[in-house]
């Protein structure tokens, strides 16, 4: 159960085992393991192994977010890092499927950026859909399945949904550790596949890094020349 006050990112915690010979009936009796008892950081429970708690939080000065874990059969271990706070790039959201993939969200110089690690060492193991640039909007997926989706709005696409499979299965035309188009919108006139978008940097006067995007067609070739305030985008198609 998590307790609110107001619009700040604050919340309180705790957890009830509904297993409990003491917890049987509902009620005003229950008993409560008061996990975070105290105002100032952000706490949401994402899964449970047994005792074992996975949370998401800002806790120890993390604005950008970390998963940690919490063992309530063994309070006096704390909470431990799963996967550490990183400072340069906003962990957004995470989800756990197939049993024990955990899922992470990043946003990665104004794009998403999606990750799997484990769930047992927090140790990262691939990035997901490396290649697509835009925006993952949902995540979707159970611990039991052996698939998950995730959704994508990017510069060639309106909306296109992925299946990314964790197990091999010929009958059903599954390949494990790919992801493939499940379904995609349509706008008439525009086939997404005769685009393509790409990432690039420019450095500012004051030494910034400048991330921004070029979307064009793919047989075009973009030639940026910079201007006062502004870069202008060529290419070998403008005069054809």
Not at 107 to 122: A, I, P, R
Request: hydrophobic letters at 35%; proline letters at 5%; one cysteine or more.
């Amino acid at each position: 159960m998590t307790q609110s006050r107001d619009t700040a990112r604050s919340n309180l915690l705790w957890v009830a085992d509904l297993e409990a010979p003491e917890n049987r009936e509902m009620g005003s009796g229950l008993k409560w393991t008061k996990v975070i008892d105290e105002w100032g950081d952000y706490w949401a429970d994402v899964a449970n192994d047994g005792s074992k708690f996975y949370f998401y939080t800002n806790a120890d000065d993390s604005p950008n977010y970390k998963v940690v874990t919490y063992d309530l059969a063994k309070p006096e271990q704390g909470f431990k890092d799963l996967v550490p706070h990183n400072p340069d790039s906003p962990l957004t959201s995470l989800h756990i499927a197939a049993n024990d993939q955990l899922v992470l969200l990043y946003s990665v110089d104004v794009k998403d950026e999606l990750y799997l690690h484990s769930l047992s060492t927090g140790e990262r193991i691939k990035r997901l859909g490396e290649g697509l640039i835009g925006s993952i909007d949902q995540i979707s997926g159970k611990r039991e399945h052996d698939e998950m989706w995730f959704s994508m709005t990017s510069f060639t696409s309106p909306g296109t949904v992925y299946r990314y499979d964790f197990k091999d299965d010929a009958a059903l035309g599954k390949e494990k550790g790919k992801e493939v188009v499940y379904r995609e919108a349509k706008v008439e006139g525009i086939r997404p596949g005769d685009f393509v978008s790409e990432q690039v940097f420019y450095e500012s006067k004051d030494g910034t890094r400048v991330p921004m995007f070029v979307t064009r067609p793919k047989e075009c070739v973009p030639l940026l020349v910079p201007l006062e305030g502004c870069l202008l985008s060529l290419d070998d198609c403008a005069h054809a």
